[in-house]
């Protein structure tokens, strides 16, 4: 059996965990505005992983709490075409968009709803750029909650409709996903709901471990390199909090080195890391919404995990985003969003830039599906072609 409780990633204080608390509140009280969320908390474990062990096992909620919608265990799978491609033969992709709302962020929501049923909690508000919105919507419908959503106003259509069609309430804001954020947590402090907030809630970045785990019992080892895409950095913290616990119990002996890949439109987390603190934020603008935030709520967790472990940062222009999701399409069959496409345009770019050696067991994170942004696909591609009547009417 293990044990769970809270631990602040800052000063190291632990705490129970409980429903009320989100972040360190002594370190709470040195937030800044416009800064990365002070006092992120993780989940601290003690004890022994129990005989024929899976990611289950690992999360503080037992068994019967989670809802019955299928989460995790997604593919890990060698593209044949893309490695003659490259030239890397240990080259996998791990496919998220496999996930039931199409997203990695069900992970998450699974976890939140399963402490929901545990804590007696009926309603859960979130504040998102889409995919967590939808997620919430969709693995809360399973558990039977009410879910309240805080979108940009802006978001996908796909990802909009999706809420609506897993029934939660949808209240789309006036501005960008920043103010999105602030309205939700508002609205938590006023009612008794919980908030699924990435990198607020600490059940977030625990939940987003689980890949970790599966990569690792998939391939029978840890990989040398895990790129991933990164807004909020919450994706980032999770894959390596999932490799920190295989440490922990002795099943592997060295930490991966991660990639954060953002876009060039959206590269505060970069920036970070090359200057050595978070000056005040650039406004993103990128095709890749699911990775556009002004300020990266995990981010000083994700400097420091970073640092700590050798992890590298990497920016990709849009285009090359989208000539990353295209080539991906046509080579493997697997057709993902922007965000999820990233993380190929940061292996190009960053195989020679980090000098990347051909024989290296690199993981791809693909995160979400391509159809949930089909406007952003179509960017470059023709047009859709004119209807025929008859064969005549062809090139042949
Ligand atoms: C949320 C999301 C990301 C980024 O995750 P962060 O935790 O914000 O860094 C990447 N890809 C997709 C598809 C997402 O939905």
Redesign the pocket.
């Known amino acids: 059996m293990l044990n769970f409780s809270y631990k602040c990633t800052e000063c190291g204080r632990e705490y129970p965990i409980s429903p009320d608390l989100m972040v360190c509140p002594s370190c709470e009280a040195n937030q800044k505005a416009n800064e990365p969320l002070r006092g992120t908390l993780e989940m601290a474990i003690e004890g022994h992983l129990p005989d024929g062990w899976d990611a289950l096992d690992l999360l503080p909620v037992s068994r019967e709490y989670y809802p019955d919608i299928p989460v995790g265990n997604t593919p890990l799978w060698a593209p044949a075409r893309l490695r003659q491609l490259t030239g890397y033969n240990n080259l996998f992709l791990k496919d998220d968009t496999c996930e039931p709302t199409f997203?990695?962020?069900d992970r998450a929501s699974f976890l939140v709803a399963a402490f929901c049923r545990q804590h007696g909690i009926h309603e859960v508000a979130v504040a998102s750029?889409?995919?967590?919105a939808a997620s919430m919507a969709g693995v809360g419908a399973s558990a039977g909650l009410s879910i309240t959503i805080f979108v940009p106003k802006n978001a996908p259509k796909a990802k909009l409709v999706q809420c609506l069609q897993y029934g939660s309430r949808l209240i789309p804001v006036d501005g960008i996903y920043d103010d999105a954020f602030d309205l939700s947590l508002k609205y938590t402090r006023k009612t008794k709901a919980l908030s699924r907030n990435?990198?607020y809630n600490p059940l977030t970045i625990e939940g987003?471990k689980t890949a970790a785990i599966e990569i690792f019992r998939q391939l029978g080892k840890a990989p040398d390199y895990v790129f991933?895409?990164?807004?909020?950095?919450?994706?980032?913290?999770g894959i390596y909090k999932g490799f920190h616990d295989l440490m922990q119990f002795g099943l592997i002996d060295k930490i991966p080195i991660m990639v954060a890949v953002q876009s060039s439109g959206s590269p505060n987390l970069c920036k970070a890391f090359e200057k050595g603190n978070f000056a005040s934020p650039v406004p993103s603008k990128t095709v890749a919404d699911?990775?556009s935030?002004d300020v990266?709520r995990?981010g000083y967790l994700a400097l420091k995990n970073l640092r700590e472990y050798g992890g590298m940062c990497i920016c990709v222009p849009d285009e090359g985003i989208l000539r990353a999701q295209l080539e991906l399409s046509y080579n493997t069959g697997l057709f993902c969003?922007p965000?999820?496409a990233s993380a190929y345009g940061g292996f190009l770019e960053g195989k020679e830039k980090f000098e990347i050696g051909k024989n290296a067991c690199i993981v791809l994170m693909i995160?979400?599906s391509g159809l949930k942004d089909i406007d952003a696909a179509s960017k470059i591609l023709p047009e859709l072609p004119k209807p025929i009547k008859s064969l005549d009417d062809l090139v042949l």
């Open positions: 997203s990695y962020k750029t889409g995919n967590a990435t990198a987003k991933i895409p990164t807004g909020d950095g919450v994706i980032l913290a699911s990775i935030v990266p995990c969003e965000a999820a995160t979400g």
